[in-house]
């Protein structure tokens, strides 16, 4: 039975108004200020472990500089789409450095990360086509197969074996695409690319990589999944966003020049949506450059990572299979997880919950974000609030 549109905002809204009423809605605060390793909320400091700015670039002095030089040059935004009136020497420079970074012949820019996914599925897919994706894959690369219309199915997670059993049922289909994140945004493990991009080859597949998360966190420089396994040309369609350790706005997928060039003729997501305003694209490739010239970022980065993630393994935590700045505190059970997050949040610690639906039933948790800019301070300062919260509430 179809419940009507009136009762679904009345059930939502009604539960939202339970949760602020116990202290455990987390969502929407208001941050005063940039986004940094310590963050002004409602009035108080906290340490910041919810933020995506891994790498601290969102106040990077070269950064900001680059922003403010492209306001004054360009102005506030492009007023066009990218075809007609919208692209300027800024949006090639910056695809061009992408293509760089990504050692690909060429690459193309979206107003997000989201879109950027769509984009390339229902433009490189259709009816009688098959996609086959993980089964922790992002939202959008769902959405991205059911707009498609091609068929579409999914794999254990991460199970080699899965993947192979599919590929083996799927040689009829002429065009076969395999979507992986690199980096899984709930667990903060790594896909196999190794063995996906064997399997890819050996069934004549195409491989997208999805590097929200693998970009400035993974590789001994921050290059991404194919530096973190020593490989090259393993992949055929590399995604990315702007809005992550790259601190603007947009994503970008990367290949070969001709297949970039029937994106930007075909899809769209491109065609029809306004251009990237030139701020934000210039700020981004100045994110990649400062990613190139300063590697100790990601040094510092990684240190952070293994300081906080082995910190909770040795009070009790459970961090499932987490190799990267996405860190799991995983508890199970959706009260207590509520409950966890309130205490460390009233302690001084911001971070977010993360429950059913968004993640499977059973494994809810909190998610924290490691960044390059906390200090050794910071990260045992937050070790300390979790093993009182987790005491208090019997998690370890």
Do not use: W
Not at 42 to 61: C, K, Q, V, W
Not at 94 to 102: C, D, P, R
Not at 115 to 121: C, D, E, M, Q, R
Not at 204 to 223: C, P, R
């Amino acid at each position: 039975m179809t419940i009507s549109l009136e009762q679904r905002v009345k059930e939502t809204n009604e539960r939202a108004s339970r949760m602020k009423e116990n202290k455990t809605f987390f969502y929407l605060k208001s941050i005063e200020g940039s986004s940094g390793p310590k963050v002004h909320i409602d009035g108080r400091e906290m340490i910041m472990f919810a933020s995506y700015n891994y790498l601290g670039l969102i106040s990077h002095p070269r950064v900001k500089e680059a922003a403010k030089r492209a306001i004054d040059e360009y102005g506030t935004g492009a007023a066009g789409v990218r075809l007609l009136a919208g692209t300027t020497k800024a949006h090639e420079e910056l695809e061009e450095k992408i293509a760089q970074f990504k050692k690909t012949e060429d690459a193309i820019t979206y107003s997000s990360g989201y879109v950027t996914n769509l984009a390339a599925i229902t433009t490189l897919c259709q009816r009688g086509d098959l996609v086959i994706m993980d089964k922790l894959d992002h939202a959008s690369i769902i959405d991205g197969c059911i707009l498609s219309g091609a068929n579409h199915r999914s794999f254990i997670h991460n199970n080699m074996e899965s993947v192979e059993n599919i590929l083996a049922q799927a040689k009829h289909y002429q065009n076969k695409l395999i979507v992986v994140d690199a980096v899984y945004s709930m667990d903060g493990d790594i896909a196999n690319l190794p063995e996906l991009s064997r399997l890819a080859k050996k069934y004549n597949a195409k491989l997208m990589v999805d590097e929200a998360h693998s970009i400035g966190v993974i590789g001994e420089t921050g290059h991404g999944i194919e530096e973190h396994f020593g490989l090259e040309n393993s992949i055929d369609i590399y995604m990315g966003t702007l809005s992550k350790t790259i601190p603007s706005i947009g994503g970008y997928l990367a290949g070969d020049k001709d297949l970039i060039n029937f994106l930007k003729l075909s899809s769209r997501p491109f065609i029809f949506s306004a251009s990237l305003p030139p701020v934000a694209v210039v700020t981004a490739k100045a994110c990649f450059e400062v990613i190139e010239s300063e590697p100790e970022l990601v040094k510092q980065l990684q240190r952070n990572i293994k300081h906080f993630r082995e910190g909770l393994k040795e009070l009790g935590y459970d961090t499932g299979q987490s190799e990267t700045a996405i860190v799991p505190i995983m508890v199970g059970e959706e009260e207590k997880t509520l409950q966890l997050c309130r205490i460390v949040n009233e302690e001084g610690v911001f971070i977010c919950p993360i429950l059913f639906p968004a993640v499977p039933k059973g494994t809810n948790r909190l998610r924290a974000h490691v960044l390059a800019t906390h200090t050794p301070e910071d990260i045992e300062k937050a070790l300390h609030i979790f093993e009182q919260a987790g005491k208090s509430l019997g998690i370890i």
